[in-house]
């Protein structure tokens, strides 16, 4: 249920980035959208019904292809966006937000960066065109990031013949940002940090940041690369407030010793997503 209702949400923003910013302002775009948009153009066919075509088109390739299950994290998005986007698109008040285009650029890429996130942080799919490109990964072994540029590059260029320059140029921009928005989305989470320690006293500090921080260790096997000496390292993953505590109670213990932090988006498992105690 949690995940159906982030579904939900990735896709009603994502269409509402596509009715509020997109459509009033004659912005262009890559993927089913983009090519809705070219359609529109030649054939005066509605946008609504080009994006609904192409996400059941798609949505069946994936059926027969990549199997039911696959299908079934695709099926709520390939049905409910073409609604939502109708419904948004026909609202009066979202017609006249703005009509300054480098601000609906942004805005649309904003929207559509965080409904797609949310959408594929769930182990979802948006359906349409991104399909094509798991399928291609999948049977070729071609990366889906590079598939997915291919595709969006060669819709702006198709919207070239009707569009100026300057639109060329905020579709760019609106691919840019969208991009590093879904990242950012996927990869959401506490930003914890993880701790490697380097030390001859790896025992003891362990045994303080167990006691001390309450926090576990793992040892790992390593040999220093001067003296070419075996010895053990320490690694903690800790929260943000718990860091200054750990490089104290560790200088306290080696003043020499070699502390490497790495920040990490998110961590499972006992301490973390589940209890500390059984």
């Known amino acids: 249920m949690k995940n159906f209702l982030f579904i939900i949400l990735g896709n009603l923003i994502f269409a509402l980035g596509i009715a509020v910013f997109v459509i009033p302002n004659g912005l262009i775009l890559g993927g089913s959208t983009g090519l809705a948009l070219s359609v529109q153009h030649f054939l005066g066919i509605d946008i609504t019904i080009t994006v609904a075509i192409i996400n059941i088109v798609t949505f069946l390739a994936g059926l027969f292809i990549l199997g039911k299950k696959f299908a079934a994290t695709t099926l709520i998005s ?11 698109k026909d609202i009066e008040r979202f017609k006249n937000i703005t009509s300054d285009l ?7 890429a904003l929207l559509v960066g965080t409904g797609v996130g949310i959408v594929l942080r769930v182990g979802a799919s948006t359906g349409g065109l991104d399909i094509p490109a798991i399928i291609l990964n ?9 598939v997915l540029y291919a595709i969006d590059i060669s819709i702006l260029f198709s919207q070239m013949i009707f569009s100026n320059t300057e639109q060329i140029l905020y579709g760019i921009i609106i691919v840019l940002i969208t991009t590093m ?5 996927i990869v959401y989470g506490k930003n914890d940090f993880m701790v490697t320690i380097i030390s001859e006293k790896y025992l003891e500090i362990s045994e303080n940041i167990h006691n001390k921080i309450d926090r576990g260790t793992t040892f790992i096997d390593i040999q220093t690369g001067y003296k070419k000496n075996t010895q053990q390292a320490v ?8 860091l200054h505590s750990l490089n104290k109670l560790v200088q306290e213990i080696d003043p020499k010793a070699f502390i ?6 998110q961590v499972r498992g006992r301490g973390f997503s589940l209890d500390k105690h059984i």
């Not at 480098?102 to 649309?108: C, D, G, H, R, Y």
């Not at 928005?181 to 989305?185: E, L, R």
């Open 78 to 88: 390939t049905f409910i966006f073409p609604i939502f986007l109708n419904y948004f």
């Open 138 to 146: 999948k049977k070729k072994g071609i990366p889906i990031a590079v």
């Open 181 to 185: 928005v879904i990242n950012k989305v």
């Open 235 to 242: 690694m903690s993953v800790i929260s943000k407030r718990e």
């Open 102 to 108: 480098l601000l609906a650029s942004i805005f649309t």
């Open 260 to 265: 490497i932090i790495n920040q990490v988006n």
